[in-house]
């Protein structure tokens, strides 16, 4: 039986970034070229000859950034054959922009957990982060998990597909330094986090703890995101969330942020002051445990909340 169960909105998908990981003004790019044919746009808008003008690019990383872009909610699908804004692309880059070049630590922990908790299209992402137990690992301990995967739902994947999937995910958050100085010298997006080094060849280590760079806000987004999830397959309507749920289950935002139980512990504690009232901690006789206080929906506070992240 194999250990990896994704979530129904996940699409297994394990390839479509042509082994690019994905960097800075990549998701602005994208979103710019959707935006100029207004509510929605043709797939030509990557698959035309003058795409690589456009883009400033090669072939190859246009469909890399489409497929990012995609999986950071940046930019979705209309059907089988055009595009329209994402939610997250709106926030980014609409018309009150919060962050146009990627700059700020709550974009890139957003994005980290578009990708990692999320994770409706970067399948592997979402296995490295909540399903390798150890601290220290090699690729070849995912590698073991997806092909267990694979062989528990009957799913035919290429080995060599699945392995640079792997390779792409774990280069993402290492630095260039780390690796072979003869790469590409542009760093990806999410290599300032700090959550993987490298310790060795093919070794790597999670760091985990405070994660004193995540603002109370992403953790806040990250958490009502998740709950949506965990009550659609669980329990209509579900007015409490437990401490150990936050902090340990799987896409839960202790794991995919990597916090220890203290961190975890001590946003809840903000969590109301956080979200307005709309959420409340309890910590007492025994009981720890998130309620929900407020009316509005949780999509509605998760956008109110996510622009909030920008106002320092």
Request: proline share 3%.
């Given at each position: 039986?194999?250990?990896?169960?994704?979530?129904?909105?996940?699409?297994?998908?394990?390839?479509?970034?042509?082994?690019?990981?994905?960097?800075?003004?990549?998701?602005?790019?994208?979103?710019?070229?959707?935006?100029?044919?207004?509510?929605?746009?043709?797939?030509?808008?990557?698959?035309?000859?003058?795409?690589?003008?456009?883009?400033?690019?090669?072939?190859?990383?246009?469909?890399?950034?489409?497929?990012?872009?995609?999986?950071?909610?940046?930019?979705?699908?209309?059907?089988?054959?055009?595009?329209?804004?994402?939610?997250?692309?709106?926030?980014?880059?609409?018309?009150?922009?919060?962050?146009?070049?990627?700059?700020?630590?709550?974009?890139?922990?957003?994005?980290?957990?578009?990708?990692?908790?999320?994770?409706?299209?970067?399948?592997?992402?979402?296995?490295?982060?909540?399903?390798?137990?150890?601290?220290?690992?090699?690729?070849?301990?995912?590698?073991?998990?997806?092909?267990?995967?694979?062989m528990a739902n009957k799913a035919v994947r290429s080995g060599t597909t699945l392995?640079?999937?792997?390779?792409?995910?774990?280069?993402?958050?290492?630095?260039?330094?780390?690796?072979?100085?003869?790469?590409?010298?542009?760093?990806?997006?999410?290599?300032?986090?700090?959550?993987?080094?490298?310790?060795?060849?093919?070794?790597?280590?999670?760091?985990?703890?405070?994660?004193?760079?995540?603002?109370?806000?992403?953790?806040?987004?990250?958490?009502?995101?998740?709950?949506?999830?965990?009550?659609?397959?669980?329990?209509?309507?579900?007015?409490?969330?437990?401490?150990?749920?936050?902090?340990?289950?799987?896409?839960?935002?202790?794991?995919?942020?990597?916090?220890?139980?203290?961190?975890?512990?001590?946003?809840?504690?903000?969590?109301?002051?956080?979200?307005?009232?709309?959420?409340?901690?309890?910590?007492?006789?025994?009981?720890?445990?998130?309620?929900?206080?407020?009316?509005?929906?949780?999509?509605?506070?998760?956008?109110?909340?996510?622009?909030?992240?920008?106002?320092?």
């Open positions: 039986m194999s250990l990896i169960r994704f979530p129904a909105d996940i699409e297994p998908l394990f390839s479509g970034h042509e082994t690019f990981p994905l960097r800075q003004l990549w998701l602005r790019k994208a979103f710019a070229q959707i935006d100029t044919y207004g509510e929605v746009a043709p797939k030509e808008v990557f698959s035309a000859e003058d795409a690589i003008e456009r883009f400033g690019v090669g072939k190859n990383m246009v469909s890399s950034i489409k497929h990012w872009a995609l999986a950071c909610d940046v930019i979705r699908k209309v059907g089988k054959d055009s595009f329209r804004r994402g939610e997250i692309g709106e926030v980014l880059f609409g018309k009150n922009p919060c962050d146009l070049y990627l700059e700020r630590d709550a974009t890139i922990w957003l994005v980290h957990w578009l990708l990692a908790g999320r994770a409706s299209r970067s399948a592997t992402w979402y296995v490295i982060f909540n399903f390798v137990q150890s601290q220290s690992f090699r690729s070849s301990d995912v590698l073991a998990l997806l092909d267990e995967y694979a392995s640079r999937d792997v390779e792409v995910c774990l280069r993402s958050y290492t630095s260039v330094s780390q690796r072979n100085a003869t790469e590409d010298s542009a760093e990806p997006l999410l290599s300032d986090l700090g959550l993987l080094s490298m310790s060795g060849k093919d070794s790597y280590h999670f760091h985990r703890g405070d994660q004193y760079s995540l603002p109370d806000q992403i953790f806040a987004y990250a958490l009502l995101d998740y709950w949506c999830r965990w009550e659609s397959s669980s329990f209509a309507n579900q007015a409490t969330l437990s401490f150990n749920s936050i902090a340990h289950d799987y896409g839960s935002p202790g794991r995919v942020f990597k916090l220890d139980e203290d961190s975890v512990g001590d946003r809840l504690s903000r969590i109301a002051e956080i979200t307005s009232g709309y959420l409340e901690w309890t910590d007492s006789s025994g009981i720890r445990q998130v309620s929900r206080m407020g009316s509005e929906s949780m999509k509605q506070k998760m956008n109110e909340i996510l622009r909030y992240a920008y106002v320092k």
